[in-house]
């Protein structure tokens, strides 16, 4: 039997192969509680635009209230936060939480987000070993970063084999990142202006420690929320 969870939306990031990657918070009755991932039953555990989308084929925006069906808690690995959707049944959205409003959300990350140490050949601190990762048990943070820049430059290993990242470049609690950012929304804005650092100055960070690929999880800038978020389509 299916049950229902009502959470502010603070990702709607893109997930291979073909899908989305939707986390969010618990809210009800104006309290933030427990991070809740509606994922697929399948192996990839992507939500495609049908599972995930509201009945008037709209896709679910940040800072959105949804309330959804789920079947059943699905926590993997350091990915506790897992719950299976219902597939039979559309998302209904009931409202948006304000940028004041979502200040309350904010987590206060005292050291560094899960282990620092290992960094890919463009980021900074922004993976942890497979092995490592085994011991954790959380997967999502929403904080707030300072001296944000967002990098927008091409990643590869050779001429004609380069594709353009957008990176999400910042401090917190002392410690330096540079993560990827896959939140579509900010990659349709930054892909369209030139290569260059863009700093962000008011911003909150959605940060997911991804599924491993390759011997190592990846820490992920899932969502970039700004001020002016409410009402964007991602």
Known sequence: MSYAKTIVCLANSRKPPSGRCVAGREYQAGQFG?????????ATREASLEERR?????????LEIITMRLVRALPENYQRENHVLDPDHYWTLSGAVSWTK??????????????NGDSSSYGENDRVSEVQAAGLTSS?????????????AREGAGAG?????VRADFRLSGHTYR??????FIEAKYFAGADGEYPIP???????????????????AAAVITPDRSGTTP
């Not at 008011?202 to 991804?210: A, H, I, N, P, R």
């Open 161 to 165: 084999q380069t594709k353009r990242k």
């Open 54 to 62: 509201f009945e008037n084929g709209r896709d679910p925006q940040v």
């Open 102 to 115: 979502i200040q309350d959300a904010i987590e206060d990350v005292k050291g560094p987000l899960w282990l």
């Open 179 to 184: 993560l990827v950012v896959t939140d579509p």
């Open 34 to 42: 427990a991070w809740v991932r509606p994922v697929s039953d399948r």
């Open 202 to 220: 008011e911003t909150l960070l959605c940060v997911s420690l991804g599924e491993p690929f390759y011997g190592y999880a990846y820490k992920l």
């Open 140 to 152: 999502l943070y929403l904080v707030r970063p300072s001296k944000l820049r967002l990098v927008v």
